[in-house]
């Protein structure tokens, strides 16, 4: 076994239910929880085929990655495209992918509860109880959604220690969960408070969403860690030149997850208007919806100025940002959850300093159009194709200098509240004011070393 980098007194075991390639929030937690003396090791979901470490330390915290039945295998963001015969380890990664697809096309056929159900208790669950076998004893059991808060509250049943509940969204308010009948819905919000009652602390992304997480969990308080961006380095992006695009062409950027919701179809047919004749529309990621999309682009009008590149690390995504003129995020009012989103695009925009174009939404008002710094994007009331246009038209045809200063307001905005330094700040006081750390605060400090012997990965 790897050993965990670190000797520090608390042990945090996180749990997210993805392979954290691509999550951010938990990976600036980790590290700055890591920073800041804890010993920190996040367990995650292994994805066949796309090589990554069982066990991996990344900076001062440790990873740990437990398969998933029926997950399919990585085939990248534009699919598989084998040539020949397979290798047997190739094999069994196609017969993985088959058998994801195969639980996938019946949703239809058993029903939207029956699915979910299984897919709580057969794949999440196996997930989880896999976890529980092997976990170290910890002290903190870090819950990251809904979907891994009943296993650390096993944990803390088990080994000791305390949860904190950490909802990156409104959970029953978001994708496959918010289209459950009435009375399963209304079973999984009980299963929610039941969890989370003995929770030390809950922790959530913004107000709005701490407001109605709080309230469905009795009137519960709610710390909020924005899921903010770190500042990047001034020095040229990477953007234009991996599209080969000289600094005159206009840039619109997408990137994150190529899913529903993110009204990613309106947003290619906003560029067949002929006010954005000279932009480049460029989708960075990848997701569900990316083949549809991309055959949605090669048919547009605007076919030749549209352009699809792959997601990059979560650490270098703010240099590609800043590349780009426009950041568009056209999120659809199809849920609460969305409506009080404050997606990682967002603060990734304003810490490269580029403006936004997004929803007239509650948060999105508050912190495009009511910070302290001015304006830093252009807000759309109207979800349609002709309305995103007019946004994105307006940030591109403003002069240099109006162009320049929108720029410096967004990065004055991330330089002085919109950072992670700030908000990793809130998490380590939140991790400080926990009971097991007053309480050993106020206890000697040889005792309270001497009380917790350090454990094994």
């Avoid at 019946?106 to 997930?127: D, I």
């Avoid at 903190?140 to 009943?150: E, G, S």
């Avoid at 509940?165 to 209304?186: C, K, N, R, V, W």
């Amino acid at each position: 076994m790897t050993e965990r980098p670190g000797t520090n007194r608390h042990r945090v075991a996180m749990f997210v239910l993805n392979d954290m390639r691509y999550d951010s929030r938990v990976r600036r937690e980790a590290d700055s929880l890591a920073r800041a003396g804890y010993e920190v090791t996040v367990y995650a979901v292994q994805t066949p085929g796309a090589g990554l470490a069982e066990t991996e330390v990344v900076g001062r915290y440790l990873i740990r990655r437990f398969p998933m039945p029926m997950r399919s295998a990585y085939q990248g963001p534009d699919g598989p495209k084998p040539r020949g015969g397979l290798r047997p380890n190739v094999r069994r990664s196609a017969v993985r992918h088959l058998a994801a697809g195969a639980f996938v096309a019946t949703r239809p056929l058993f029903g939207g509860v029956l699915h979910y159900a299984a897919n709580w208790h057969l794949r999440w669950g196996a997930w989880r109880r896999r976890v529980l076998r092997e976990v170290a004893p910890a002290d903190i059991w870090h819950a990251h959604d809904l979907n891994t808060l009943p296993l650390a509250v096993r944990c803390a049943e088990r080994h000791g220690g305390q949860v904190v509940y950490d909802s990156h969204e409104i959970f029953t308010e978001a994708g496959a969960t918010a289209q459950l009948p009435a009375p399963a819905l209304a079973y999984l919000k009980f299963l929610e408070r039941r969890w989370a009652r003995g929770a030390a602390a809950v922790v959530t992304v913004n107000q709005s969403v701490a407001k109605v997480i709080g309230s469905a969990l009795g009137d519960r308080d709610v710390a909020v860690v924005h899921n903010c961006a770190t500042i990047p380095p001034r020095r040229r992006s990477p953007l234009r030149a991996a599209l080969s695009l000289a600094d005159d062409r206009p840039i619109v950027l997408f990137h994150g997850s190529l899913s529903p919701g993110r009204g990613l179809r309106t947003l290619v047919e906003a560029f067949d208007d002929e006010r954005l004749g000279d932009a480049r529309l460029v989708f960075m990621g990848y997701g569900v919806l990316r083949p549809e999309i991309q055959t949605l682009a090669a048919n547009a009008r605007a076919a030749k100025r549209i352009y699809f590149i792959p997601p990059v690390p979560p650490a270098d995504v703010t240099r590609w940002v800043a590349g780009s003129d426009v950041v568009a995020m056209p999120l659809e009012p199809l849920t609460l959850n969305l409506r009080l989103a404050t997606p990682n695009k967002l603060w990734e925009a304003i810490a490269a300093g580029v403006p936004v174009v997004g929803p007239d939404f509650e948060q999105f008002r508050r912190i495009v159009h009511g910070g302290p710094h001015g304006r830093l994007g252009v807000l759309f009331s109207e979800h349609s194709p002709g309305a995103i246009a007019s946004a994105m038209h307006e940030l591109l045809v403003m002069p240099r200098d109006e162009r320049q200063a929108i720029r410096a307001r967004c990065r004055r905005a991330a330089a002085s509240r919109w950072n992670w330094s700030a908000e990793a700040r809130t998490l380590i006081g939140l991790y400080a004011n926990l009971p097991a750390a007053r309480a050993e605060a106020a206890a000697p400090a040889s005792a309270a070393s001497s009380s917790r012997p350090m454990a094994s990965g």
